[in-house]
Antibody, heavy 121, light 110 residues
Framework: QLQLQESGPGLVKPSETLSLTCTVS??????????WGWIRQPPGKGLEWIGT???????YYNPSLKRRVTISVDTSKNQFSLKLSSVTATDTAVYYC?????????????WGQGTMVTVSS | QTVVTQEPSFSVSPGGTVTVTCGLS?????????PSWYQQTPGQAPRTLIY???TRSSGVPDRFSGSILGNKAALTITGAQADDESHYYC??????????FGGGTKLTVL
């Protein structure tokens, strides 16, 4: 079955760029209308949608993060990536990658296990 | 900026019924917002419970149901069990490729 796995540094310095990769296994990232997204959760807080992309190149970002976020895809590796620039301590969070299935399903239906990223000098 | 609202917390007795709602700071929730619901226990990734307003995800017990109640999306747990004690999140599609999560509801079963 389809599985997602996040990877990347667990510690990033303030003002630097956070970079994470999500590897998709058990299925193709280029499959039909599926979208692929990033969601984060600061310690003790709720979930925040960061952005979503389709393998064709369409991207959608949270307006509050748009200036700092880039989501891209590498179909040859069946991976998609997140870059978040100019990070501060408020970007410390567990970062999840997830598949968004378009309607009629319409849900983030498969999630990675999440990876903790701490922003600290 | 549109905010998605949820009750911060709820308490329910074992066997009882509880309804958690998901609203918009401006406007009403409808099926075109494609409401979905997620359950999260500490240290775990969210689990999809309900998608597209009222369809249960595979393996989700039928005591969980989704609906539109008035101007909000709703998640109802009928016959709550101890292991339903979790955080519950909704997410709404606002159009133009934008999704917003609610702030989450902490459910206590006691």
């Amino acid at each position: 079955q389809l599985q997602l796995q996040e990877s990347g540094p667990g510690l990033v310095k303030p003002s630097e760029t956070l970079s994470l990769t999500c590897t998709v296994s058990g299925g193709s990232i280029s499959s039909g209308s599926d979208h692929w997204g990033w969601i984060r959760q600061p310690p003790g807080k709720g979930l925040e949608w960061i952005g979503t992309m389709h393998y064709s190149g369409s991207t959608y970002y949270n307006p509050s993060l748009k200036r700092r976020v880039t989501i891209s895809v590498d179909t040859s590796k069946n991976q998609f990536s997140l870059k978040l620039s100019s990070v501060t301590a408020t970007d410390t969070a567990v970062y999840y990658c997830a598949r968004y299935s378009m309607p009629p399903r319409a849900a983030f239906d498969i999630w990675g296990q999440g990876t903790m990223v701490t922003v600290s000098s | 900026q549109t905010v998605v609202t949820q009750e911060p917390s709820f308490s329910v007795s074992p066997g009882g019924t509880v309804t958690v709602t998901c609203g918009l700071s401006s406007g009403s929730v409808s099926t075109t917002n494609y409401p979905s619901w997620y359950q999260q226990t500490p240290g775990q990734a969210p689990r999809t419970l309900i998608y597209n307003t009222n369809t249960r995800s595979s393996g989700v017990p039928d005591r969980f149901s989704g609906s539109i109640l008035g101007n909000k999306a709703a998640l109802t747990i009928t016959g709550a069990q101890a292991d339903d004690e979790s955080h519950y999140y909704c997410v709404l599609y606002l159009g133009s490729g934008i999704w917003v999560f609610g702030g989450g509801t902490k459910l206590t079963v006691l």
